[in-house]
């Protein structure tokens, strides 16, 4: 079993892990902040936005997007580092994000504000096109969470966190989601951020488990990952595609105060045998 170690301590409720060029991004929700670290745990920020949640995508030409979810907007990264309106999404708590290969973003959304103490709604998820136009695709997830894009763009993946399930759907030309199935049952599994493998086998990180867990279609585990605090997210990336990097920190409760406390959020990175593929 390969060695779980640290690449980065010191955070807040860190997630949204994001492989690109040659190093990894995340976002720490805590201090508002987009972070890239190297391999060797150099860190710089290199973007500040006060959003709860606060998670990141690529676009093909290499620009960042973020969901800045109090004021509903999708907004984009400029080489000068400006922040821009990409897309206007509406009224919403917006969660994750995901862009296929083809600049299509899916953007999802709980139905409920919960740190608010509203009453549970079933969630949604948003496809924003290419050219700014903005369309739900897809509704009655009851709690909407990492998602990824297989490859060939021809499948969205998306955690069903309160339902305990990985939910697919088939991608269409335009964007447009079709063939709802559960793509795999987790039993006892509570899955976050997720990521695709080349063999087709999901990643997911657990908070409440605190691992993260390979499977395969229909919910055979394949391997975990023990950790010691709860697992938020988890990317495939490295020079070879081979590290698994899983941020997590000490889970608390959303009836605490302080749900996740200062310092415990770390950046942990292991090595797997199957590199990454498609999206995030």
């Not at 990180?205 to 697992?231: H, I, S």
Request: glycine share 12%; charged share 20%; proline share 6%.
């Amino acid at each position: 079993m390969n060695e779980v170690r640290t690449l980065l301590t010191g955070r807040g409720l860190v997630e949204s892990p994001r492989w690109h060029g040659d190093r990894l991004y995340f976002s720490d929700w805590t201090a508002g902040e987009v972070v890239a670290v190297d391999l060797d745990g150099h860190s710089e920020v290199i973007a500040r936005l006060r959003s709860l949640p606060l998670c990141t995508a690529w676009l093909p030409d290499g620009r960042l997007v973020m969901v800045s979810s109090p004021d509903g907007r999708l907004l984009r990264q400029e080489p000068d580092r400006s922040l821009v309106t990409h897309a206007d999404l509406g009224k919403a708590v917006w969660n994750d994000i995901v862009v296929d290969g083809r600049g299509n973003a899916y953007v999802n959304a709980i139905g409920f504000d919960m740190m608010g103490g509203e009453e549970f709604r079933p969630g949604f998820v948003t496809l924003v096109t290419a050219d700014g136009s903005v369309h739900q695709v897809a509704d009655d997830i009851a709690f909407p969470n990492g998602m990824a894009v297989t490859p060939d763009n021809s499948t969205l993946i998306v955690a069903d966190s309160y339902r305990h399930s990985l939910v697919a759907f088939d991608i269409g030309a335009d964007g447009r989601l079709s063939d709802r199935r559960v793509w795999a049952d987790l039993g006892e599994g509570t899955p976050d951020g997720i990521c695709i493998d080349a063999d087709g086998a999901v990643w997911y990180a657990d908070v409440p488990n605190q691992w993260c867990a390979r499977v395969a279609e229909g919910g055979k585990v394949l391997r975990t990952v023990a950790l010691d605090r709860g697992g938020f997210a988890c990317a495939l990336g490295g020079p070879d595609g081979t590290t698994l990097f899983i941020v997590a920190a000490e889970w608390r409760g959303m009836s605490e105060t302080v749900p996740v406390p200062p310092g415990t959020g770390q950046v942990l990175f292991t090595q797997v045998d199957v590199p990454g593929a498609g999206w995030p």
